[in-house]
T-cell receptor, first 111, second 111 residues
Framework: EAQVTQNPRYLITVTGKKLTVTCSQN?????MSWYRQDPGLGLRQIYY???????DKGDVPEGYKVSRKEKRNFPLILESPSPNQTSLYFC??????????FGPGTRLTVL | EDQVTQSPEALRLQEGESSSLNCSYT??????LFWYRQDPGKGPEFLFT???AGEEKEKERLKATLTKKESFLHITAPKPEDSATYLC????????????FGAGTRLAVHP
């Protein structure tokens, strides 16, 4: 089954404790993105990647890092999480830039 | 500044009561406009892509149209299972994943 998976689905952590949210797709897509979704603000792009080792900032990259060492994986790293990073995070992938396949989401709470 | 605005924020319909959702945009260089459906606790699910003014696409009870300034998602004779949040996003090209999302319209269809 074609899908984008994210782990963990739910995470509660404390300020400053480094964390990684994993994202994997099995569709051999070249393009992958991370978004955060906050009430009233919609989905905002954090980072995107056009291929292995090619990444670029989206609209809200501050406080986040990404890496793309393999085509299928695109982890999101929060080196020192803060409460304002409490949000719902989605990973997405596409091969053509139009139909993006989204993962199920990761709900992160930073205390 | 590139902007996407969806209206209304929330819409309540009776089953069978047709209506339209609006997505207006002020962007430079629109390359495409997408509609997604999002159910609570899930990632957005792709519905349509529109590329040029005058284009229309249909899927079951949904029909999407595009003008130079806005897009409409028409819902004909909705059913309770159409209840969801509907998101639109504009694709500006350049970075292949560059999408700007609206905040969404929450649709509730009551029997």
């Amino acid at each position: 089954e074609a899908q984008v998976t994210q782990n963990p689905r739910y995470l509660i952590t404390v300020t400053g404790k480094k964390l990684t949210v994993t994202c994997s797709q099995n569709m051999n897509h070249e393009y992958m993105s991370w978004y955060r979704q906050d009430p009233g603000l919609g989905l905002r792009q954090i980072y995107y990647s056009m291929n292995v080792e090619v990444t670029d900032k989206g609209d809200v990259p501050e406080g986040y890092k990404v890496s793309r060492k393999e085509k299928r994986n695109f982890p999101l790293i929060l080196e020192s999480p803060s409460p304002n990073q409490t949000s719902l995070y989605f990973c997405a992938s596409t091969n053509r830039g139009d139909e993006q396949f989204f993962g199920p989401g990761t709900r992160l709470t930073v205390l | 500044e590139d902007q996407v605005t969806q209206s209304p924020e929330a819409l309540r319909l009776q089953e069978g009561e047709s209506s339209s959702l609006n997505c207006s945009y002020t962007v430079s260089g629109l390359r495409g406009l997408f509609w997604y459906r999002q159910d609570p606790g899930k990632g957005p699910e792709f519905l349509f892509t529109l590329y040029s003014a005058g284009e229309e696409k249909e899927k079951e009870r949904l029909k999407a149209t595009l003008t130079k300034k806005e897009s409409f998602l028409h819902i004909t004779a909705p059913k309770p299972e159409d209840s969801a949040t509907y998101l639109c996003a504009v694709y500006l090209g350049g970075g292949y994943n560059k999408l700007i999302f609206g905040a969404g319209t929450r649709l509730a269809v009551h029997p």
